[in-house]
Structure formats: C-alpha cells, structure tokens
C-alpha cells in the first residue's frame, strides 16, 4: 500500500538516496539541549547573582517559567518525550545546587550537580558543562579572565578549572565524555586603549586553565567560543573569532562556532570546511540572530539546513558536537525547546538527504547550471514525509500534533507556578 512514506522514499531513491540510512543516522546524531531556556538563563545559585550580565538577556514574560531545579527537570523530562532521537543535556555552573548554603564558583564540586547527574542517570542521556563567566558581582566590570585585577582574574580561573573536574566527573559517571564549553563576556562599550594586554591576559588565563594535567582529555572535551559583539562589548571583543580559532588551533582544543555569533552576511556553514581543514573537531551551537546576536528560538532556515548539508558533503559527522544556545521568555518554554530542537534534527536529516552524493557518482560533470538546478529541486522533495516517518519510528508526534501535549502541561503544571 502506498503511503506518503513510501512516494517519498521512491521519489529520494530515484536520485541513489536511501532514507532509511538517513532516518537511521539523523536519529543517531545527539543534540544538547540547553538548561537555560527552561528558567530564562536565571541560574540557581544562593543568593542569585545579578540576572544579566555579559549581554545575556532572555526577554519576555511568558507566564510558567521553570523557578528551580526540580520544575526545570520536570520540564526538560517533559520535552525528551516529544523529541525524536538521541539527547544530551548542556549545564551551566550557575545551576548548581548548595541549598542554603552559598558556594561560590571557585569552590563548586561535582556534588552540587548531584541531582542533575540523577537525573540524567535516569533519563539516559549524557551532560555536557560551561563555566558561567557571567552574572556575578566579579564580572559587573566587562571583564573576567582578561581583567587587569590579579585577583578578579584569578578568581575566575580557579572557576575554569573547577568546571573542568566537574565535566570530567560527569564523563565518568555516565561514560561518554563532557564537551565543557568556554565562553567570556569581556568586552568593552567605546574603544579601549589597549587590545594587546587583554588578550595577552586572556591567552594566559586559558593557559593556567588547561594546565591541570590531571584532567583527562578525553573525557573532559575542553571546547573554546568566540562571538562578534554583546550589550557592553560593542566597540571590543577580547575573544574574538580570530582570537579563539588561533587559541584553540594552537592547544588543541574545541573550536565552537555558533550561528549567531557573526555579522549576517556570513555563512557560518562556509566555516565548516575551512576550520576543518586544520582543526579536528567542532562544537555547533544551533541559533537564530535577529539583526543582533539575539538568540531566538532556532527555525529551519537557510542557515541552520546549509550548515548541516556542509558536514554531511563533507562526511563530517564524528568531526563534531551539536548543541542548541537560544532563549526565549515571550513563548512557552517547552514549545521553544520543541521547535529549535527538531528544527536542528530537521537540517540535519535533510543534509542526510542530499543529493549530491549520488551525482558524484554519475560518469560526466554537472554543469553549474545543473548543479544549481538540483539545489533548487532538493526544496521540492518530500522530506516532510521522510521526517514524519522518523518521527513515528521514535515513537513521537509527528508534524505539530505535540501542540496538544504542550498545551496540556501548560494547563496543568507550568500555570499553577504563577
């Protein structure tokens, strides 16, 4: 019997595309999802720091935001039963919980994620970590690791550091390594007077960081992130893309690129094979700018369907990690979960579909004109019909049929926290 599954897979294998391969592997991919949209990137730590800080910002005032640990576990569990294919979770340090007592960031353990690795244990997935350079009262000046005051500086090491044991544990706990990503604020508003020290301060920062020789490598995957400019840091960005891509080239680290981190015109999928040619793996984070590095909630645009169809040409798929970095306090929070989420597992099926491949193999040369014609036709392709097919096989609502859940817990759980 034909069903819409079986035109699309005929109409793929007309071209040498198999989409049962590709279902398989697009559910294989893991993407992290981001703790932070769940509560507005607000942090748990006792007492809370400032709510911003280093241009971090979630705006809106959606009724249901997640207020602790537990309401933003209960969340995400929520959001795992409607995603399709393999997750993991990405915590920042300031969700860490100490109770009453107040631990600052030099001083956090693997014990104060105790709950969150539970969790974790009992969903089956992997964590991966971030120190939070922002959103404490040491980095209201702009500056962190590169501040010119030796103890603000310090102090902000000794985090660094304590971030990696804590990845390094999760690693062992749920053995599969921790991707632990670095990213600063510091910046400033008007021009500074000397770019050279603090990026000589940053530079050697991350040196006494990565120092610690009793981290295993391999287990705690140190990644290193860059961006084009925040609220506060518009005239100078200490870690820029040229900074970071040198630095991490240089101490064979993780290079992130995240798509919102780049003036417009750019095409961060472009990056791929340039970075690639000489570093050996990747972090992506999955965003939306909006004329700034605003971090909507990720759709399946251009931006985000090119970048994945550049690593699936270039096979490119155990060169790097996939993890999501938006939030958004305007819409519910799990529907934002839900949509970035299989928008990313959306670009990532459709790079699996591509079918260029198949025209490799062909015994002349495509004309440019051809080529072209192909991208276009790629648009015209059922693989709508290919997704909702690997929707179902995860045992998940296909197309927008999960709206009913969402609205269901909205009613039930998220509105009885106003």
């Known amino acids: 019997m034909s069903t819409p599954y079986t035109f699309a897979r005929d109409a793929y294998a007309a071209y040498g595309v198999d989409t049962e391969a590709a279902i398989d592997q697009a559910l294989s991919v893991p993407i992290s999802l981001h703790c932070w949209q769940a509560d507005d990137v607000r ?6 720091g400032p709510v911003d800080g280093g241009g971090i910002m979630a705006t809106g005032s959606h009724p249901g935001r997640a207020r602790n640990g537990d309401e933003m576990r209960a969340d995400l569990s929520k959001v795992l039963t409607l995603l399709p294919g393999q997750h993991r979770l990405n915590l920042h340090a300031f969700y860490a919980e100490t109770g009453d007592q107040h631990v600052d960031r030099d001083a956090l353990e693997p014990q104060h994620f105790s709950r969150w690795l539970d969790w974790a244990k009992q969903e089956k997935i992997g964590l991966d970590f971030n120190p939070t350079y922002f959103a404490h009262p040491l980095a209201s000046s702009g500056y962190t690791l590169s501040h010119a005051d030796d103890a603000i500086q310090n102090f902000w090491i000794r985090h660094g550091q304590a971030s990696r044991r804590i990845a390094q544990y999760f690693a062992q706990e749920l053995k599969s390594p921790a991707v632990n990503n670095h990213w600063v604020p510091d910046g400033a508003k008007d021009e500074p007077r000397d770019r050279f020290g603090f990026r000589a301060r940053l530079a050697a920062a991350y040196d006494a960081i990565f120092a610690d020789e009793s981290i295993d490598r391999s287990l705690c995957i140190d990644a290193v992130e860059g ?3 925040g609220l506060g840091s ?3 960005v200490v870690g820029s893309q040229e900074f970071y891509s040198n630095y991490a080239l240089s101490r064979d680290l993780v290079l992130c690129l995240d798509l919102g981190h780049y003036h417009p015109t750019e095409s961060v999928a472009d990056k791929v094979s ?3 040619e000489f570093h050996k793996k990747l972090l992506l984070h999955t965003s939306r700018p909006m004329r700034w590095d605003s971090d909507h909630v990720v759709t399946f645009d251009d931006q985000v369907r090119n970048l994945f169809l550049e690593i699936a040409r270039g096979d490119a798929w155990n060169r790097v990690y996939v993890a ?3 939030f958004d306090a305007s819409i519910n929070r799990l ?3 839900i949509i970035g989420t299989r928008a990313t597992r959306q670009a990532i099926l459709c790079g699996l579909l591509d079918l260029f491949p198949a025209m ?3 015994p002349r040369a495509f004309q ?3 080529t072209l014609a192909f991208m276009e036709h790629m648009r015209a392709l059922p693989w709508g019909a290919v997704w909702d097919e690997l929707c179902r096989r995860a045992n998940v609502p296909a197309g927008v049929d999960w709206l009913a859940e969402v609205a269901g817990y909205e009613r039930d759980v998220q509105l009885q926290r106003v």
């Open 43 to 48: 942090g748990l730590e006792t007492p809370k």
């Open 227 to 229: 961006k084009l400019f």
């Open 234 to 236: 518009e005239a100078f």
């Open 274 to 276: 340039a970075h690639l």
């Open 324 to 326: 999501l970095d938006f």
């Open 335 to 337: 529907a934002a979960y």
């Open 360 to 362: 490799a193999k062909q």
């Open 368 to 370: 440019p004109h051809e």
